[in-house]
């Protein structure tokens, strides 16, 4: 019998713990605060941010979004954000990506003050986070060690293998189960034979962005499958990187998408945004 890995009913668990920090803060004078600049009108970016807003909200967390045109000069963007880490009430700043293509991503996560870097996507922090130094993770991989936490599973001596290498993903992805002593494989769309690897893998982390990607003939029997991928099909339908129906009777754990990864990231955004409060204490 394959267990479904749910990240909608473990990030509840999460989520009721983080808002018992936030009464203990409020109870020092202190309500986290999270600042979320969005700009222009990309249709899937308003969704994400209201959806980050709305769970805010809902744990008690002071939640601000900045709106800025598409045409918005980077120079203008990088001041909006120097302001925001000037400001005592704000811990945490998200800049939603992908920018406009006129403005250097790069530019703009450097510029977030490390210790307001709750996405984890600064240098800093993925410079402490490879040498195994307290910081904040990226919230997608961190959410997956979260769920791969609540199977029960030693990661030490399991071999995990990391289908996708992006810098929001697939890389620290790979650098968190090496902490925890998982042997790690990456692996991506230039890889030969994906099966012969992918088959190798106690744990599989499909990130790779292409709908129903991993069938069957990549997964060893036994095997944790964890889908972090967010697609479209043919029919319009919220699918992930994972052919779930066609992978799900032979894992011995699985994530579904919608439910699995998505849930978890949102989750530790807030679980970053209360630890920066508290570090401000």
Known sequence: MTNII???????????SIA??????????????LAVILVGDNPASQTYVRNKQKSCEAIGIYSELVKLPEDTKESELLEQIQQLNKRQDIHGILVQLPLPKHINEDNVIATIAPEKDVDGFSPVSVGKMMLGQETFLPCTPFGVMKLLEYTGVDLAGKHAVVVGR??????????????????????????NDLPSITK????????VGRANFITK???KPGAIVIDVGINRDENNKL???VDFDDVSPIASH????????????????????VQSAEHSL
């Open 20 to 33: 018992d920090r936030v009464v203990k803060l409020k109870d020092q004078g202190v309500t986290p605060g």
């Open 200 to 207: 190798q893998a106690d744990i599989l982390i499909a990130a």
């Open 166 to 191: 992006s810098h929001i993903v697939g890389k620290p992805m790979g650098q968190l189960l090496l902490q925890k002593d998982a042997t790690v494989t990456y692996t991506h769309s230039k890889t």
């Open 6 to 16: 749910s990240g909608t009913e473990i990030g509840k668990q999460i989520r009721q």
């Open 217 to 219: 003939e990549h997964v």
């Open 239 to 241: 699918v992930g990187d």
């Open 254 to 273: 699985i994530t579904p998408v919608p439910g699995g990864v998505g849930p978890m990231t949102i989750t530790m955004l807030l679980f970053n945004t």
